[in-house]
């Protein structure tokens, strides 16, 4: 790492040569070491996003081409207009750094930090998510300490906060073992009144600066900085590089800030996350177009004797900053003093254009607004991996087990088993709006409380696809979210990603990286999906071992379900019902689970993503639902189509009487045929007495049908009309494989 020096102190930045050149040059002045602290965190990857902008760029504006789009990317939060006067906000982020080094706080921050971007828009956060890679678990206490006590964290914080945990997902695999992800996700409800209320970061000259919510310590310095290197370039001393969370304080944080927004006294807001005051106020100035006055000695803190770069850097939890006008700085703080929130007058704007910090006599900061907020961009080099072409080539293995043998080793594989262990943790009916628990659905449904409205929310991809394709895998990740909305009852409506990948100078992280965005965008576009936000990690990888995390770029959708009668859920209902398999079933295992359980190998072609077929598929159930003829649906995932039935039958203890003769419409060996992840299908429950009218609406739409049998009353599954053998599943057995891993792995 470059250092620096100022005043005869030296100070160890992750800035290039170039940088500090150019910041000398624009200063025309050495920095002071303050003022270097505040550039190394500005200009970070972790701030700046220097490496990802260019590729960022290429999304569309989504609030100039969709109506609905209130607010897009580069806000703290997409929000989109979901009708009747009311607008959803949403967002999703990483705190992996910090949840590998310290998982319980690390976890319990980054929820944190998700709420404050919420509240930023004005409108009241109701629900969380969180999706989650950890190193395998079996025989590995270090990745089931992880998962322990990152759940524990999202769990405490989540609870005390009285916001519900509705949905989100875990995957398993090696890679992740030195970097687990831990990405947190906030949906913010509320009207366009409020939303309209928000603050513009329209500043005008004279308008105070507000420091309120916790006080500034030491914990969290170079926080930004820490999640800009690869965890094996740290030591023990980056540990302090971890913050500290306080969910109670958060619960009065959300309910001053949402009360004084209301008041229309707030022209501006920024949570203090990464990068701290500096951040906080570098981007409140710069976007707003306005210089500011700080005076330092005004700054609450929790330690004696903190320097002005301690303070400038300090990633302390539970803090805002607010811009308030003149003739309403009475009203903000009575609502502060009313909620008993700490809170302090530490400056005011001006029209100098500059950001200037004062420390009793001392002028430590004195920088142009835009300097520390507009940091420079680098155009990285991109490479397609040399072990791909060998990894495609791999086929399938000849089955050396049986089928009922393989179905119970993936009915209790660590990325299929029920998740129960970790939602139970998790009070998901807080705040009374979940309206499908976990387990029941394919993504997390909430009610919106006077009206016969309800959002669903889903989190997810497929890290083992996206490692062989970036390109299809992104895409399919994209399939299978906004299918557990579609599955639920829903029509997707607006997305975000949090990017998860290795070191962005090495071209081969890079050319993951550009290739999954631009899956993500060829697929938005065609499917008009608009993108209203994001969040990008680079540095997720292991120097030591040469390893880097398989590329994770995490997809958040959000739909509206109309109507209580047309939420549909996951378990099978009625015996005598038909089953439906929707969508066409391919030799397609690359990546699988399948490969990875039983053979242990990962490799082959992973699915390919058909836009037309897809949308098709979309609108034939969007047509189904609304002639009521579907009582049950669950997208087909990991493991293929029998798992997904059998996870159909578990909550009732129903099973499935299966005849395949005329379904392997592409003549798929049977355990390809059983076990392949082709993205996008569906399976249904509907009355046998609707199963023509099915069918047409099927041929109309040109979407692949075909019925795989009835549901039965007894728990077991019997599959017929296959090339070898029949199989004979016991729905309890499987039920109590699929209970029992984690619980099992977990005793530590």
Sequence with gaps: MPKVKSNGTELKVDLTDKEITQIKELLNREPSITEWGMFDVMHSEHCSYKSSRPKLKFFENAEKN???????????????????????????????????????????????????????????????LDPLRFGTLKNNPHSQWLLKYVVKGIADYGNCTGI?????????????????????????????????HAPSRAYHPGDYVILMGGSTGRDGIHGVT????????????????????????????IEATIEAIKTGHVRGLKDLGGGGIS?????????????????????????????????????????????????????????????????AVIGRTDDSGVLKVRDGENLVVNLPSTALSDAPTIQREEKSPDYLDALHKQKTPEPTKELKEIMHALISSENICSKEWIYRQYD???????????????????????????????????????????????????VETCGNVIANGARPLAMVNCCNFGNPEKPESYWYFSKALDGIN????????????????????????????????????????????NIITLPFKKPGNDILLIGETKGELGGSEYHSVIYGTEGGVPPKINESIIKATWEFLLELYSKNLVEANHDVNKGGFIITI????????????????????????????????????????????????????????????????????????????????????????????????????MEI
């Design 428 to 478: 998901h009916e807080v705040g009374v709006r979940s309206v499908v628990k976990c387990g029941e659905g394919d993504s997390g449904v909430l009610r919106i409380i006077g009206t016969d409205k309800f959002i669903a929310a889903s989190v997810g991809t497929n890290s083992k696809h996206c490692f062989l394709d970036p390109y299809e895998g992104a895409k399919g990740g994209l």
């Design 66 to 128: 969709y109506d609905r789009v209130l607010a897009g990317p580069g806000q703290d939060a997409g929000v989109i207009d979901i009708g009747d006067g009311y607008c959803l906000a949403f967002r999703i982020e990483s705190h992996n750094h910090p949840s590998a080094i310290e998982p319980y706080h690390g976890a319990a921050t980054g929820i944190g930090g998700i709420i404050r971007d919420i509240l930023c828009m004005g409108v009241r956060p109701i629900a969380l």
């Design 522 to 565: 060829d697929f938005c576009r065609t499917l008009k999906i608009p993108i209203v936000g994001g969040n990008v990690s680079f540095y997720n990888e292991d120097e030591v071992k040469n390893t880097s995390i398989k590329p994770t770029p995490v997809i958040m959708i959000v739909g509206i379900i109309e109507g209580a009668e």
């Design 279 to 343: 951040c906080a106020l570098s981007e409140l100035t710069g976007e707003g177009g306005t210089g500011a006055l700080i005076d330092m000695a005004n700054i609450f803190t929790r330690e004696p004797g903190m320097t002005s770069f301690e303070i400038m850097l300090s990633e302390s939890q539970e803090r805002m900053a607010f811009i308030v006008k003149p003739e309403g700085l009475e009203d903000i703080l009575a609502i502060f003093k009313k909620f008993e929130m700490s809170h």
């Design 226 to 253: 820490f999640a800009s290197r690869t965890l094996t370039e740290m030591s023990e001393a980056d540990r302090p590089a971890v913050q500290i969370g306080d969910p109670f304080t958060k619960k009065m944080i």
């Design 164 to 196: 519900p945990t509705i949905g989100g997902e875990v995957e398993f695999d090696e890679s992740f073992e030195s970097n687990c992800l831990v990405n947190v996700a906030c949906i913010g409800l509320g009207t366009i009144e409020d939303f309209n």
């Design 646 to 745: 059998a996870e159909m039958c578990f909550k009732n203890k129903l099973g499935a009487n299966l005849d395949l003769t005329d379904s392997n419409v592409n003549d798929l060996r049977d355990d390809i045929f059983l076990f392949s992840e082709s993205a996008g299908r569906f399976v249904i429950e509907s009355a046998t007495k609707e199963h023509d009218i099915i069918m047409e609406i099927a041929q109309q739409h040109g979407v692949l049908v075909r019925k795989l049998g009835n549901i039965i009353p007894e728990p077991k599954i019997i599959v017929r009309g296959l090339k070898e053998n029949d199989i004979f599943l016991d729905v309890i057995k499987l039920k109590e494989l699929h209970a029992s891993t984690l619980p099992d792995l």
